[in-house]
């Protein structure tokens, strides 16, 4: 095992998109920032030297952090933000887990232009479990706003509604062909006719879920979230926020031009969005002399609202029980959590000014988990009032198991007592080495949307997943407990529910939200606290002396 270490400077950079300039902020003058390239059992450790005027954390996305919270980046949650003018080093492990992963600013809307891949190969003696492919391609699918995005929040936050739609979407930063002025802004991969490519698909989107096709090609799934799956053919990769999909790609087609593209996987009514596709192109190398002016082949991409496609997709994946790092799915359990999402309305609360909201006067768009509107504490970070024993005024430790209602779609008078919330920081204390099963409600009384939930410091079992209202007595018969996917962040079907598990086997202060940028700031999340083990080594590390201050 090698120690990789990066520099990312954090700045201003004007670029020009869809007829425009415009300032952004990014990592060392680059959209999408650096690829990180480590092997599994690797140190990485990334000094980040933030010249950019907002304040700014950075977050490794699926990495375990075994023991090493002070690295993980949400704001608040494990650090304190590093102000502008000031550096932090990031600096950990990457034992457990191989595959695409990757890492993006976790604070406010600035992921939408700060982000890059985090590619996890396998250490040295150790192999892919499928046919080594002769190339491999980050593949980033993202937002773009022509307004500046932090403002963009800002604004939303203080008006009490929806923050502005983007204005476009990307690949690997470049629109492409479909949208004004970015004809020569189409990302293009070359491979050779009987060659196979590992495409490593990254959603850093904010707000959209997609749908991913290459004209003509089928993929083959092989991992998920930096975890392997057993090989799944398909025309259309389904995405959400924060997941990643790795797919081969066999180059068997007639030499040509092919596009790959990606648009709104939308699972509401309702929802306003870009309906253009972002483009890139698959192109064939040729000696022979190729007629340029060629348009590439569009692939069909389901229709943006297409949920039997995305639950076809999300519910067939299975997890590769002989991968070297297989986890068996717990079958004792010791937490049992039933967790609805909320959308709803709530007050304004006390800094902000919603004087002018769509819904009267103070109140605000708010969202929750079991009727708990989460808000990040400010004066300090959870994980440092956890480590010095302090957590009075920052947390409480009664995030209910339950919601206080029980959810019911066929009573909406029942079901609505679920849409207005409180506002608090509420976690849930967990044994160190318990096993929790999370039941996720989807309720979604304004709009019924797929909810992207991802949980830090861990992967979960998907055991399994359905529309409607969970039924234990039916619904426990489908569990998967033989080769379950194994994800860090899941979609919760629109209008339906997931199970899942995991073991707590990772000490520290682990965030778990809504990866729609929209929602997070709503409250759609919450925290655990994770106890120490028995040992110096399963414990939560000491604090790094750069930890920021707030
Ligand atoms: Cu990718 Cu808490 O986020």
Known sequence: ?????????????????????????AVNGSLPGPTIRVNEGDTLIVHVLNKSPYNLT???????????????????VTQCPILPGNSYTYNFNITGQEGTLWWHAHTSYLRATVYGALIIRPRAGRKYPFTKPAKEFPIMLGEWWNANVYDVEEEALNFGGAPN???????????GDQFPCSANQT????????????????NAALNNQFFFSIANHNMTVVAIDASYTNPYVTDVVVTGPGQTTDVLLKANQPIGDYYMAAH???????IQFVTNATVGIVQYKTSRSRNSSSTPVMPTLPAFNDTPTAHKFFSNLTGLTTAPFWVPVPRKIDEKMFITFGLGVSPCGANRNCSNSPFGTNLRFSASMNNHSFELPSKTS????HF??????????????????????????????????????KVKRLKFNSTVEMIFQNTALIGIENHPIHLHGYNFHVLAQGFGNYNATVDEKKFNFNNPQERNTIGVPAGGWAVVRFRANNAGVWFMHCHLDVHMPWGLGMAFVVENGPTAATSLRPPPSDLPKC
């Open 1 to 25: 095992a090698k120690v990789v270490e990066h520099t990312f400077h954090v700045g201003n950079l004007t670029v020009t998109k869809m007829c425009q300039k415009q300032v952004i902020t």
């Open 382 to 385: 959870m994980l440092e009032a």
């Open 388 to 425: 010095n024993n302090a957590s009075a005024g920052v947390y409480t430790e009664d995030f209910p198991n339950n919601p206080p209602l029980v959810f019911d779609y066929t009573n909406s008078n029942l079901s609505f007592g679920l849409a207005f919330t409180e506002k608090s920081t």
């Open 187 to 202: 990302h293009k991969i070359e491979v050779e006719k009987g060659k196979t490519y590992l495409l490593r698909i990254v």
């Open 165 to 175: 739609i983007s204005d476009a979407y990307t690949i690997n930063g470049r629109l």
């Open 264 to 270: 709104p996987y939308i699972s509401a009514a309702g």
């Open 58 to 76: 950075l977050h490794w996305h699926g990495i375990f952090q075994l023991f090493s919270g002070w690295a993980d980046g949400p704001a608040y």
